[in-house]
């Protein structure tokens, strides 16, 4: 074995990486949403867990993805940890579909049917259709599903690459007395683990195996520790991931590692065991890529089999691994970070904390509201806290979507961070304007001044009617309710018509001696800030309006309903007009 088939080696293994990325991507982006539908569905039943673990890992192909995945909705609060459990052990047995599907490369046999079912016979087509949707479609669902074919045919030219280049490796005796070392299964453990953790993916170290095991020298005893040990491995990314989450996400990462070394040490027990009785011939034969892929689903199904009775068994040790402790409760941990290898779990994370901050933000303008009629210490106090509150909000689910979209997204989880980041924007503002009513009131107590009768009265229709649209486009955001969102501009309309009112006839009490100048500035900011919050709710509106048809010009939205065209915006403006007029 030359130099060249060293490189040639390590660019088959960079191509089989690479293809079972774009694959897994690719599988991913195209059941996202189902996932989460699933995820939303979950029960504690371990068994249910267990199927969902098995179908979630053989869609995205890596059970150290799974994994991380779960640790991340523990941490988060979506997941128990007696439901994660059984997600583990599902994991573990998914990612068994990876070798099932690596083994086609090795069928033997001249009939046509033998030759259609070999990687190498239908890799090719599988390749060309995936490059016409990747490259040549615009639609973003056809170019993900498109990347899955395409990673696949990657994948598996790597896979032949790198059998072809090790191949002359059969012929070199080192080579041989090197994999009888791994006969030791305490060696063969080890050595599975380190190539594991090194490339985190249990998939790719059992591709890898199956890719050496074309040199007929690596044999069944050989393999079956490595095999073991790769189970370990693949524990190494869940373990990193759980660094600084909660006391039940690294209980997690331990039950993966408990499950996997538990299943070794009752696997290899119970084989040499049997080998010691019976004698078995077949494990000084060569194993084959098939073989490699039989011994990984024993494996898998066997430890499965034996712990998913004991769930209650492994959580009980976790927990007395980690032992209960103070812990602050953040609601920011809903922004977990190890959520965004599935973006639309992530994004429903984000909508969950949008949702709180837009109430956050409809209590602070209700008290505020409160407060210019009769005003008390503690509720200003309120407003003011609940303002800084919602300006943290503002922040941690800005940076957060922020990272997220520079992520590969569809044009669905795409469009939905994009509202986010704008909706989130207009509840920080109403929380500000909430603050300059409440100053206002302030102001007002501490000079003990007071509007007129009229004033007041006309303030109080306002006043409503702020209250109303507010309620409607928050009520819309929460809920996605369109048609309500479609009743915000008319009575956003009705609010600037009523500051428009107010403000000429304030300017006629002012004239007639009923108002002084100084009542005059602070009658003029609260019509300031209200009719400002009402545009905030059209923006509110007018972007979900316009998202859901995948565009983001609201200005062109606000332009035609406007225009007087639009008859059902007409009558809805004249109900509001008489619901809210001036006495």
């Known amino acids: 074995?030359?130099?060249?088939?060293?490189?040639?080696?390590?660019?088959?293994?960079?191509?089989?990486?690479?293809?079972?990325?774009?694959?897994?991507?690719?599988?991913?982006?195209?059941?996202?949403?189902?996932?989460?539908?699933?995820?939303?569905?979950l029960t504690s039943s371990p068994v249910k867990g267990f199927v969902l673990g098995l179908a979630v890992t053989?869609?995205?192909?890596?059970?150290?993805?799974?994994?991380?995945?779960?640790?991340?909705?523990?941490?988060?609060?979506?997941?128990?940890?007696?439901?994660?459990?059984?997600?583990?052990?599902g994991a573990n047995v998914g990612t068994t579909v990876t070798s099932w599907i690596l083994s086609l490369s090795g069928i033997e046999g001249d009939s046509m049917f033998m030759q259609m079912l070999k990687p190498s016979s239908f890799s090719p087509v599988l390749a060309v259709i995936g490059i016409v949707l990747y490259l040549f479609v615009k639609n973003s669902k056809k170019k993900d599903i498109g990347a899955i074919p395409l990673g696949?045919?990657?994948?598996?030219?790597?896979?032949?690459?790198?059998?072809?280049?090790v191949e002359p490796l059969k012929d070199v005796p080192e080579f041989t007395n090197i994999l009888l070392l791994f006969s030791n299964p305490i060696l063969g453990v080890l050595a599975g683990a380190a190539l594991t953790a090194i490339i985190q993916s249990s998939s790719a170290s059992v591709g890898i195996l199956q890719a050496l095991s074309a040199t007929g020298s690596?044999?069944?005893?050989?393999?079956?520790?490595?095999?073991?040990?790769?189970?370990?491995?693949?524990?190494?990314?869940?373990?990193?991931?759980?660094?600084?989450?909660?006391?039940n996400a690294r209980r997690t990462a331990i039950v993966h590692l408990y499950f996997n070394i538990i299943g070794t040490i009752v696997f290899l027990a119970l084989f040499y065991s049997l080998k010691a009785i019976f004698d078995f011939q077949f494990v000084n034969q060569p194993i084959n890529q098939l073989g490699i892929a039989i011994v990984h689903t024993c494996f898998n199904l066997l430890t499965t089999a034996v712990m998913l009775p004991f769930a209650g068994v492994l959580e009980r040790l976790a927990c007395a691994t980690i032992k209960d402790g103070q812990q602050v409760e953040d609601e920011f941990s809903l922004l977990d970070e190890r959520l965004m290898v599935t973006?639309?779990?992530?994004?429903?994370?984000?909508?969950?904390?949008?949702?709180?901050?837009?109430?956050?933000?409809?209590?602070?303008?209700?008290?505020?509201?409160?407060?210019?009629?009769?005003?008390?210490?503690?509720?200003?106090?309120?407003?003011?806290?609940?303002?800084?509150?919602?300006?943290?909000?503002?922040?941690?689910?800005?940076?957060?979507?922020?990272?997220?979209?520079?992520?590969?997204?569809?044009?669905?989880?795409?469009?939905?961070?994009?509202?986010?980041?704008?909706?989130?924007?207009?509840?920080?503002?109403?929380?500000?304007?909430?603050?300059?009513?409440?100053?206002?009131?302030?102001?007002?107590?501490?000079?003990?001044?007071?509007?007129?009768?009229?004033?007041?009265?006309?303030?109080?229709?306002?006043?409503?009617?702020?209250?109303?649209?507010?309620?409607?486009?928050?009520?819309?955001?929460?809920?996605?309710?369109?048609?309500?969102?479609?009743?915000?501009?008319?009575?956003?309309?009705?609010?600037?018509?009523?500051?428009?009112?107010?403000?000429?006839?304030?300017?006629?009490?002012?004239?007639?001696?009923?108002?002084?100048?100084?009542?005059?500035?602070?009658?003029?900011?609260?019509?300031?800030?209200?009719?400002?919050?009402?545009?905030?709710?059209?923006?509110?509106?007018?972007?979900?309006?316009?998202?859901?048809?995948?565009?983001?010009?609201?200005?062109e939205y606000l332009s035609r309903i406007k225009s007087g065209q639009d008859a059902e915006f007409v009558e809805r403006y004249n109900e509001y007009l008489k619901e809210y007029a001036l006495p």
């Open 152 to 165: 696949f045919a990657v994948l598996m030219f790597g896979m032949e690459t790198m059998s072809g280049a």
């Open 218 to 247: 690596i044999t069944f005893g050989s393999a079956i520790p490595i095999i073991m040990g790769q189970n370990i491995g693949t524990c190494a990314t869940a373990m990193l991931s759980s660094i600084g989450a909660n006391k």
């Open 343 to 555: 973006p639309p779990v992530a994004i429903e994370q984000c909508r969950k904390l949008a949702v709180k901050m837009a109430e956050k933000s409809e209590m602070a303008m209700d008290k505020a509201l409160s407060l210019i009629h009769n005003f008390d210490p503690e509720v200003y106090e309120f407003v003011r806290k609940t303002e800084s509150r919602i300006d943290v909000y503002e922040d941690r689910i800005g940076t957060y979507l922020v990272s997220l979209s520079s992520r590969s997204l569809s044009q669905a989880d795409s469009r939905e961070v994009s509202r986010l980041l704008h909706t989130i924007g207009d509840f920080e503002r109403i929380s500000d304007h909430a603050v300059d009513v409440a100053k206002s009131a302030k102001e007002m107590n501490d000079k003990q001044i007071h509007f007129s009768e009229d004033a007041y009265a006309e303030l109080k229709v306002i006043a409503s009617a702020v209250r109303n649209v507010l309620h409607m486009s928050i009520e819309s955001f929460n809920t996605g309710n369109i048609a309500l969102a479609e009743q915000v501009e008319p009575l956003e309309q009705v609010v600037d018509h009523l500051r428009s009112t107010m403000k000429n006839r304030h300017i006629a009490r002012l004239q007639n001696g009923d108002c002084t100048i100084e009542l005059g500035f602070i009658f003029t900011d609260l019509l300031t800030g209200f009719e400002r919050v009402s545009d905030h709710c059209s923006n509110i509106a007018a972007c979900m309006i316009e998202l859901q048809h995948g565009s983001y010009d609201t200005h």
């Open 58 to 89: 053989a869609v995205i192909q890596s059970s150290s993805a799974t994994t991380v995945m779960v640790v991340g909705f523990v941490n988060s609060g979506i997941m128990s940890l007696r439901q994660a459990i059984g997600i583990i052990m």
């Open 1 to 41: 074995m030359d130099i060249f088939n060293v490189l040639t080696l390590f660019g088959g293994l960079a191509l089989f990486l690479f293809g079972m990325s774009v694959m897994g991507d690719g599988l991913e982006k195209s059941a996202g949403s189902k996932l989460k539908t699933i995820l939303e569905r």
